[in-house]
């Protein structure tokens, strides 16, 4: 098995086969501002020109050792083709939803028979292309987007979202709907492009924001139209402790479930799965791969393989001021495990 590639190594992993060892790669969040001045691709450029944004991605890739190439950098780009303004951030922030489209009511919510042309998507679309050109058919490509639930929320504004789900259920099963349909739109247009898997982000999913009950009754018939519907492996990232929902999460189809360090015990967490879904994380990106030191990082890689992570990778978006040493600290963590 060691004549495995990394595409095979990673769909393995999270499909639950066997592999010759664990691979590690961001399944989240991959730009860090040491690689933008590295290769000349800095934020906020690199969130709207494909070919910085292919080449900041495969410099993380290449330069760190993860084993995958993951774009975009954020969580707006569907949001912003929808209708949402967007402040495009700095070098070290992120974009973000700044307006939202549907505060008050859905009056005049429909979808764009373009969508695909809208925004920003055909540039992540042809980044993808110019990625698979150049890391070759071997390297697995991972396309991020927000979840339907994230979406539902950027579209109507949390605050919103959170009083319909209490007084007005209709209007929230409403916006949902039409958010599930545009994110399984746009994750196989990630597909056709030839990203291998689709890895969705859902904050707004956490039990920080919505009960667990809500979970179950709302969120996860989506979440499993979204995982059935979209041609590939599949992954989830919801922030948080979801330790209340992770049985639900195990539940909504998808191959992979990434979790925060918040989750704790990974050995327990593998015990709710069961074999309906493959554990990806959890090493913290603010409280160990930011700060360090590399004894640090590497010792909490090896427990966490040593648990049974399926895949090693941080609990959530790299932080952008990361140093590319500390990147670089858990691939090493995962290959000396192996010696």
Same mark, same amino acid.
């Given at each position: ?6 595409? /095979?190594?990673?769909?393995?992993? #999270? /499909? ?22 590295? +290769? ?48 495009? *951030? ?5 974009p973000s939803v700044i307006a939202h489209p549907y505060t008050k009511d859905l009056e005049g919510m429909e979808m764009p028979e373009n969508l695909l042309d809208m925004g920003r998507i055909q540039a992540v679309l042809d980044a993808i292309k110019i990625i698979r050109e150049r890391v070759g058919p071997d390297v697995p490509i991972i396309g991020g987007m927000e979840g339907p639930v994230t979406l539902a929320s950027d579209l109507s504004? +949390? ?63 989506? #979440? ?31 191959? *992979?479930?990434? +979790? ?80």
């Amino acid at each position: 098995m060691s004549d495995m590639t990394l595409k /095979e190594r990673l769909l393995n992993a #999270l /499909e639950g086969k066997q592999v010759d060892k664990v691979p590690v790669c961001s399944v989240t969040q991959t730009g860090i501002v040491e690689l933008m001045e590295e +290769v000349g691709a800095p934020w906020p450029e690199a969130h709207s020109d494909p070919e910085q944004m292919a080449k900041l991605a495969i410099a993380n890739y290449e330069l760190s050792g993860l084993e995958a190439v993951r774009i975009p950098f954020c969580l707006t780009v569907l949001a912003e083709a929808m209708g949402c303004e967007i402040n495009m *951030g700095t070098i070290n922030r992120q974009p973000s939803v700044i307006a939202h489209p549907y505060t008050k009511d859905l009056e005049g919510m429909e979808m764009p028979e373009n969508l695909l042309d809208m925004g920003r998507i055909q540039a992540v679309l042809d980044a993808i292309k110019i990625i698979r050109e150049r890391v070759g058919p071997d390297v697995p490509i991972i396309g991020g987007m927000e979840g339907p639930v994230t979406l539902a929320s950027d579209l109507s504004s +949390v605050k919103s979202f959170m009083k319909w789900s209490l007084k007005k259920p209709e209007l929230l099963e409403q916006v949902l709907d039409f958010a599930t349909e545009a994110t399984i739109a746009y994750a196989n247009s990630m597909v056709l492009a030839g990203a291998d898997i689709v890895s969705i982000a859902d904050p707004v999913a956490s039990p920080d924001l919505m009960s667990p009950d809500s979970f179950k009754n709302v969120l996860q018939s989506r #979440l499993q139209k979204f995982s059935s519907n979209v041609n590939s492996v599949t992954v989830l990232h919801v922030c948080g402790n979801v330790n209340p929902i992770l049985d639900y999460m195990a539940d909504c189809g998808f191959e *992979g479930l990434s +979790v925060e360090e918040k989750v704790g015990s990974i050995k327990k967490a593998k015990e709710v799965l069961g074999d309906r879904a493959r554990l990806v994380g959890n090493i913290s990106s603010p409280f160990t791969l930011l700060p360090g030191p590399i004894d640090k990082i590497k010792e909490e890689s090896k427990k966490a393989i040593a648990e049974g992570v399926d895949v090693l990778a941080p609990g959530c978006g790299i932080a952008p001021m990361t140093p590319l040493t500390h990147i670089k600290a858990m691939v090493e963590a995962r290959d000396e495990y192996y010696t």
